[in-house]
């Protein structure tokens, strides 16, 4: 879509649910003197956003873009940066160093994963100190599909985190839990951030488990789980807990000639063994501080999971897993942690955890 879109101006396509949003944020404007008023000029190409935003009453901290795909999921688009104020990028947001106040804006730009060719409706939020505000609706209505990456569903977001909590010097392993209710259906997806300060070799390196039981709280040897050796070579440590996860290890092992690995596993102790198809890919020669991204996406409604891994300035691979091939149904509501987490083996790369999120919904 090109063109403009102003509020309270609402393209006639828009979301079916826009209306009832609006009326809710009417309503609770006049209970709340904080509670903000903006417009916005939208354009959209290839799937980035671009808004011009004006604040007209009360103050603003921030802007959100949500948008629903064809078959009815919502998703957070990401931010990439605004022009103007000083802004954090957080994993669904982008959050003002200081409030805009009245007659002050901000130019911000979105990134719009579509992963079907058809309609999106899309809704650009502000973040006030009363509320949120709806400031821009319209529609997307000949999107070219263009896949996922890096998209959080429109729901619950865990733990989004941008200090690098999760840190590792020496032979060891590091790791966080994060608290996760899964609905039973939709979306869960998870973005982590990392990279290494220095090492005396590369090897190891990050761990993401989905669907690890609520209470686990510790990493083991898959040995102590009754899972054997898992075949991927290096340290491998896995959420302790009896109940089917998804586990994957992000190897960008550098010994000589060998090539790194993205490694998957679907862990089932009951079975007495994960089931294992590493995968492996080209590594570039990588250098600290470089910062790579992993991004998943678990689809209940194909019951597949989509795992990218992105090098800065070198590649990104993106492979697609019928989990139903290995022995994992779909997992049934309820409270799960994922684990996010570092570990090296005979090598010892100072690893980090730059920053993470996990959301459920769609």
């Known amino acids: 879509m090109k063109g403009q879109v102003a509020t309270p101006i609402i393209v006639a396509a828009a979301i079916a649910a826009a209306a009832v949003l609006a009326v809710a944020l009417i309503y609770m404007g006049a209970l709340s003197a904080d509670f903000p008023s ?16 004006t604040v007209l009453r009360g103050s603003l901290r921030g802007v959100a873009l949500i948008y629903t795909a064809p078959d009815g999921s919502s998703w957070y688009a990401k931010p990439i940066y605004c022009l103007g104020p000083q802004t954090q990028i957080m994993a669904a947001s982008a959050l003002f160093e200081r409030p805009l106040y009245s007659g002050q804006g901000a130019t911000c730009a979105f990134q719009m994963w579509y992963p ?7 809704d650009l939020v502000g973040i006030g100190a009363g509320g949120v505000v709806s400031v821009a609706r319209g529609v997307v209505p000949t999107a070219r599909a263009n896949g996922y990456s890096g998209q959080l569903p429109a729901g619950n977001i865990y733990s989004p985190s941008r200090t690098p909590s999760i840190g590792l010097a020496g032979n060891t392993y590091n790791f ?55 075949p991927f070579g290096g340290a491998d440590y896995v959420p302790a807990g009896s109940s089917p ?22 862990i089932n102790s009951s079975g007495g063994r994960g089931l294992v198809r590493p995968t492996g890919f080209d590594v570039s020669k990588s250098w600290p501080a470089d910062i790579w991204t992993a991004y998943l996406l678990y ?11 992105i090098a800065p300035g070198a590649f990104s691979e993106v492979y ?11 997992p049934p509501a309820g409270n799960y942690v994922t684990v996010v987490g570092v570990a090296n083996g005979g090598c010892a790369a100072n690893w980090r955890v730059y920053s993470y999120a996990a959301a459920s919904g769609g």
Do not use: M
């Not at 079907?116 to 899309?122: L, R, T």
């Not at 609520?214 to 040897?221: D, E, F, I, K």
């Not at 689809?299 to 891994?309: P, R």
């Open 38 to 53: 903006a417009s916005a000029s939208v354009t959209e190409q290839n799937g980035v956003l671009i808004a011009s935003i």
């Open 116 to 122: 079907a060719a058809g309609s999106y409706g899309f």
């Open 176 to 230: 966080t839990s994060i608290s996760t209710y899964w609905p039973g259906r939709g979306y869960l997806a998870v973005e982590v951030k990392w990279g290494y300060t220095n090492s005396t070799c590369l090897a190891d390196g990050l761990y993401i488990s989905l669907f690890a039981p609520s209470n686990a709280r510790a990493l083991v040897a898959p040995s102590d789980e009754g899972l054997g050796v898992l």
């Open 245 to 266: 996860q998804i586990f994957l290890q992000l190897n960008p092992y550098d010994y000589g000639l060998e090539d790194g690995s993205f490694e998957f596993a679907v």
């Open 299 to 309: 689809n209940s409604s194909s019951n597949t999971l989509l795992a990218e891994w």
């Open 320 to 330: 697609v897993y019928n989990l139903t091939d290995y022995g994992l149904a779909r």
